[in-house]
């Protein structure tokens, strides 16, 4: 099983509501990452989790809180978003180690409204 | 400094021509690792293919392979006998340093359409 689930597919929020989006991965992986992508971009790296502790937050504003409560899942929390953090977001894992591929989900596509 | 550079915002290839990617790189570190990923319009990163900086041999993976070039710090993605659902964004990227969970530096991506 090489796989990366993340849920929801797609997600429309307004800038006061509070959301999460969910991610799983069953591959006994230690290392996993949040990633947002604007439109005909690359993904930037927001956060790195290693061995279920924050290893790289890479200046996310707090209104963006991840969450990792065991080496399978980890969460991003969104609270009062505004509307250019309307991205899609991915989440990989990995091996921790030199060299070793990350497997990513198929993404959230987030609209804030 | 750019890390990683994809200088083809945009390629067309035939149905059943090959096709090259480019990308070039820049680190001082020895220990590296580059990849090469395909995201279709559905969003999802597809990992296709993988080369360490110690490998003596250009990396392959079915009908892709990678020409590796330490010198010039380039590591090209080749993509045999294309087909119509190869089209899709292409993105390089680079993972620096050994152990740890470190993060892949992508490049800015190339769009490549396959023409039937």
């Known amino acids: 099983d090489t796989e990366v689930t993340q849920t929801p597919k797609h997600l429309v929020m307004g800038m006061t509501n509070k959301k999460s989006l969910k991610c799983e991965q069953h591959?006994?992986?230690?290392?996993m990452y949040w990633y947002k992508q604007k439109a005909k971009k690359p993904p930037e790296l927001m956060f790195v989790?290693?061995?279920?502790?924050?290893?790289i937050n890479e200046s996310v504003p707090s209104r963006f809180s991840p969450e990792c409560p065991n080496s399978s899942l980890l969460n991003l929390h969104l609270h009062a978003l505004q509307p250019e953090d309307s991205a899609l977001y991915l989440c990989?894992?990995?091996?921790?180690?030199?060299?070793?591929?990350?497997?990513f989900g198929q993404g959230t596509r987030l609209t804030v409204v | 400094a750019q890390k990683i550079t994809q200088t083809q915002p945009g390629m067309f290839v035939q149905e059943k021509e090959a096709v090259t990617l480019d990308c070039t790189y820049d680190?001082?570190?020895?220990?590296?690792?580059l990849f090469w990923y395909k995201q279709p319009s559905s969003g999802e990163m597809i990992f296709l293919i993988y080369?360490?900086?110690?490998?003596?041999q250009n990396a392959t993976e079915g009908r892709y392979s990678l020409n590796f070039q330490k010198a010039r710090k380039s590591a090209n993605l080749v993509i045999s006998a294309s087909q119509l659902g190869d089209s899709a964004m292409y993105f390089c990227?680079?993972?620096?340093?050994?152990?740890?969970?470190?993060?892949?530096?992508f490049g800015s991506g190339t769009q490549l359409t396959v023409l039937p």
């Open positions: 990989a894992s990995s091996q921790v180690g030199r060299g070793l591929e990350a497997f």
């Open positions: 591959m006994g992986h230690r290392a």
């Open positions: 989790y290693s061995y279920e502790k924050l290893s």
């Open positions: 680190t001082s570190d020895p220990s590296y690792g």
């Open positions: 080369q360490g900086s110690y490998d003596q």
């Open positions: 990227a680079m993972r620096e340093g050994p152990g740890s969970a470190r993060q892949l530096t």
